[in-house]
């Protein structure tokens, strides 16, 4: 008779590159999920579905109404309850898949706590809905020498890869800088399309599958460009050359993001008030943004500020990146709903 074991991964041990030999490495693997939004918490139900052995999933917001459009792992009990997104996944992989071990960690993320949270962990996926995340992540992987799974998506795309330090290129010879902070669109000004989330959810999956079992980047490093609404599929080489290139990361070495100390969020006294200071500085361009915001809330805008006004919240962003955030005295809930509408 079959072991239930056997049972459960048969399909995926047929497939021939899996095999038994893979399915015994998937289950021994040890991987860490940054993020449980439409991205995290998509590929940590395949992975657990899988059978990794372990995961730990780290976000810092709570399910809420408008999550549910995309991400499947979530359901309206889960917003009724008010739980955090790393608790409501913990808690449905295990009704999925008891035999994995979940961590879930409630946190937001920052250079003082990134280092200890990849302890003990052989593969990172990312599932960030803002670039100063990934930075930190990158310089953290090219440091520990870890692989990760660069993932994003917006609108009715997105784009994936794998990352592994000293064969692939990592997130800073691709793009050296983040993006201008408040210049970006996330997904909360401009959208986002569930089966945009569920595809660039799925590659990413297979790229930490593949490498799980295979423990090797593909031969030629690509970028995987796809997008639903247009039907557009692309494969872009990312050959990586550091003799040729200067990145100041895997290259240089110099870690910029991890040795910076995290950015401030200070409470405000005595009111329901937080205060948050850009990680790198940045002058908010108020025209793009009050443009996108209008969409989103009520947006007032004059020469020294933009507010934009989301009862029971009120975010008001000041030139020199500064944002108050009214109607909550958690920092974490405050950075993320600054880092979710102004891009910062
Ligand atoms: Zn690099």
Redesign the pocket.
């Known amino acids: 008779m079959e072991e239930p074991d056997e049972t459960r991964y048969s399909r995926q041990v047929r497939f021939t590159p899996i095999g038994r030999d893979g399915q015994a490495r998937i289950r021994t693997a040890r991987v860490l999920i940054l993020g449980c939004g439409g991205l995290g918490a998509e590929t940590a139900n395949l992975l657990a579905r899988a059978g990794v052995g372990f995961l730990r999933l780290v976000d810092r917001d709570v399910v809420e109404l408008s999550n549910l459009q995309r991400q499947a792992l979530f359901d309206e009990n889960d917003v009724h309850e008010g739980l955090p997104k790393a608790t409501a996944a913990a808690r449905r992989i295990a009704q999925v898949n008891a035999d994995v071990q979940v961590e879930a960690v409630v946190a937001d993320l920052d250079s003082s706590n990134i280092l200890g949270l990849l302890q003990g962990i052989e593969l990172v996926i990312d599932g960030f809905d803002n670039f100063e995340g990934r930075y930190l992540l990158n310089d953290a992987c090219?440091k520990l020498n870890l692989p990760w799974v660069y993932g994003a998506c917006l609108g009715g795309g997105g784009v994936a890869a794998l990352l592994v330090p000293g064969v692939t290129?990592?997130?800073?010879?691709l793009q050296p800088t983040p993006p201008e902070a408040g210049l970006s669109p996330t997904c909360d000004t401009v959208g986002i399309l569930g089966p945009a989330a569920h595809l660039i959810a799925s590659l990413e999956a297979g790229l930490a599958l593949r490498y799980l079992v295979t423990g090797e980047a593909p031969r030629h490093a690509a970028m995987l460009s796809v997008d639903v609404w247009e039907g557009r599929l692309e494969r872009v080489d990312i050959p990586y050359l550091p003799e040729e290139?200067s990145?100041p990361?895997?290259?240089g070495r110099r870690f910029e993001f991890l040795d910076a100390p995290p950015p401030p969020a200070v409470v405000l006294c005595g009111r329901e008030a937080v205060q948050v200071h850009p990680a790198v500085p940045a002058q908010p361009d108020f025209r793009a943004l009050a443009e996108r915001l209008r969409m989103v809330g009520e947006v007032v805008v004059n020469e020294y500020l933009l507010r934009l006004k989301l009862p029971p919240h009120e975010l008001t962003l000041f030139h020199d990146g500064r944002a108050n955030v009214l109607g909550t005295a958690d920092p974490a809930l405050a950075r993320s709903l600054v880092s979710r509408y102004f891009g910062i």
């Open positions: 090219v290129p990592c997130l800073r010879c290139q990145c990361c895997c290259v």
